[in-house]
């Protein structure tokens, strides 16, 4: 399976500010996808990360909050915008390859005071 | 859309014992059930998954049971260590290249005690 990384590993900032998650995959695949996990919670999916165009977004998630990137197959952004303490989470990035499974990164734990 | 149910929400087991943890789905075109073992401070990883052409899955002390009749689906762990001690997530999808239709149920924390 692909190895998967995320900078930073966590962060803690003050509300108004922004914060940009970075994912970086170690080969090409067709799908990045980023999740939030809030404390002792599942797992929610915020968007699919397309290359090369806009992220498609779930419902409740915004593209002015949670502006996403994908230059390329194997790097993503997810920047968490005027953040406030409801934003404390756990932030993760998937992949998944030709319709196989899907495999998470180690994620960002990130505390808004 | 699709619902999935995981009970029960913790479980705790004697080292050695064996351990189950059961989920249920809605939707009756899903075909993909992998399960996910998330250790404190790690991401999900992915310990084994089944398709629904499939009743059952083995791999070492880990085993995966689908019922697509009754709509449910379990873990299995054998002779439990406490390096098994995490949160685990099932999950159900519809599999789709090139969409993600992975709904997760809710967890359950699994404490194997010495």
């Known amino acids: 399976s692909a190895v998967i990384s995320q900078k930073p590993s966590r962060d803690i900032c003050q509300r108004g500010t922004s914060l940009t998650i970075q994912c970086q995959v170690d080969s090409q695949v067709t799908m990045m996808f980023w999740y939030r996990q809030q404390p002792g919670q599942s797992l929610t999916l915020i968007a699919t990360a397309n290359q090369g165009s806009e992220a498609t977004y779930e419902s409740g998630f915004v593209i002015d909050k949670f502006p996403i990137s994908r230059p390329n197959l194997t790097f993503s952004t997810l920047t968490v915008s005027n953040m406030s303490p409801e934003d404390s989470s756990i932030y993760l990035c998937s992949v998944e390859d030709l319709g196989v499974a899907q495999y998470f990164g180690p994620g960002t734990r990130l505390l808004v005071l | 859309g699709e619902n999935v149910e995981q009970h029960p929400s913790t479980l705790s087991v004697q080292e050695g014992d064996s351990a189950v943890i059961k989920c249920t789905y809605s939707?009756?075109?899903?075909?993909?059930f992998p399960w996910y073992k998330q250790e404190l401070g790690k991401g999900p990883q992915l310990i084994i998954d089944i398709r629904s052409n499939v009743g059952e899955k083995k791999d070492q002390r880990i085993a995966v049971t689908l019922n697509k009749t009754a709509k449910h689906f379990s873990l299995h762990i054998t002779e439990t260590q406490p390096e098994d001690s995490a949160v685990y997530f099932c999950?159900?999808?519809?599999?789709?290249?090139?969409?993600?239709?992975?709904?997760f149920g809710t967890g359950t924390r699994l404490t194997v005690i010495p």
């Open positions: 939707d009756s075109a899903s075909n993909y």
């Open positions: 999950a159900a999808s519809i599999e789709v290249p090139g969409a993600n239709n992975l709904f």
